[in-house]
């Protein structure tokens, strides 16, 4: 009980810091001026971004893990991310130096806590234990639910983050930013996707009866009927090169991926989603952009996609070689780890690029005021590409082999240890000491050589002359 009440005093210290910090707003209406943009970004902003991206980044991704895995750690590692970030809500509102006007990014900062303050008092009510064939078993599906949300709630608030701290998006620049921010975020929610289908999903994916191209063509179907009819802005009688452009890959997503989903079917491999990838990545590198640097940028993401969908195209026909996922050829790897080629890191690791994300006239005309290059740029996008990729692979593993993910680990490995037999000294007719392979959860398929069963007909015809 007494832990208990300790939970029940966090809960209500924490939405008393959270409501002490929705009460405090930004003093008056910020307008964009020359001398408010000139300020620095003091000490405390600074603090309050790297608070934020480490709770919303890391910590909330780690404990929505340990929750999946019903870990003894899933508790500590969400209070202490509720904290931090209430913490760096506070500071949010408290910097000096440039100030902002209100965005999205306060609206959504403010919203969050309905669903935080929502998970946290049922969390308490779980660990009550009441209710147990009643109601609980309905809340445990809502605080399921709202955990595999918040890595998708964090990565929109650091987008709409991002946004507001440089003053992106305004005056014209909305539609812009909502189609490289959704469809950039597509492209690494896919990535994502196949890491997950590699290492961890493989077996579900068998269980449903349809191959992952399937998935894949269904999602580039809706995609694309979306994209056919939200790309032209204007009247029907006024098409712009870009319009045109982008209307027709909505066009080619949908019908190739109703070619990818007729192919696909029964559990058949494809290679139309790679194809499809392929042809929106030449398509994006002659895509002409106002500024020299912008059609580099868009050039360097379309050799990208095209490497993301021949190395699909090459994993599909030539290391899978058409079959749901590989076999290992020993008994005696560790389960449940499944059995990996290195060249299948490929297509979801090129799928996690941020490139196009990066790619608004407004982003791109501030790298180009700091005299930054497109090489420089894209260096940079590749190595926040690697960090997305490894913190994914991180998350994985931790759910493969933390909690009762675990105790399956290691009841599985002491069965294979021994390959489900245990040998035990047997003494044939022939005198010789063998070993017997004695299978204790079946019968044994052991014969004997032809020279041991020569031996005991010898034995047996002895016996009989005796």
Known sequence: MGSRKCRCVALILLVASASSALAHKHDGEVVHSPDNDAKPIDAILYLHIAIQTLTWGFVFPIGMVLGLVRSRWHIPTQVVGFVLTSGGYFLGHSHGGRQFKETVHGSFASFLYVPMVMQLCIGVYLKLHVHEKSIRPYFVIVHGLLGKIWPILGWTQMVFGAATLGGYCFDGGLNQCLAHYIMGSGFIAYGILL????????????????????????????????????????????????????????ILWWAGGALGVYLSRNGRRSVIPGIIIIITGWAMSAHEQAMAISTKIHSIFGIVLMSAGATRIIEVSLVLRDLARLEPASRELEPPSPFIRSFQHLPPLVGYLVLFMSATDEELKFVNSIEVDHVTYALLMFCLAFVIYLHTVFLINLWRTLGRNAAVREGVAKTRGNAGYTRVPFEPMDGVLHDAEVFELGPTDYEPDDTLEQSRRGKRSSNVTD
């Open 195 to 250: 890491a997950i289908a590699l290492l961890a999903g493989s077996e579900w994916i068998q269980s449903t009866g349809r191959s992952q191209e399937w998935f894949d063509s269904v999602v580039i179907l809706l995609w694309g009927i979306v994209n056919t009819f939200t790309e032209h802005h204007g009247p029907l009688t006024k098409w712009s090169h870009k319009d045109l452009q982008h209307t027709s890959l909505g």
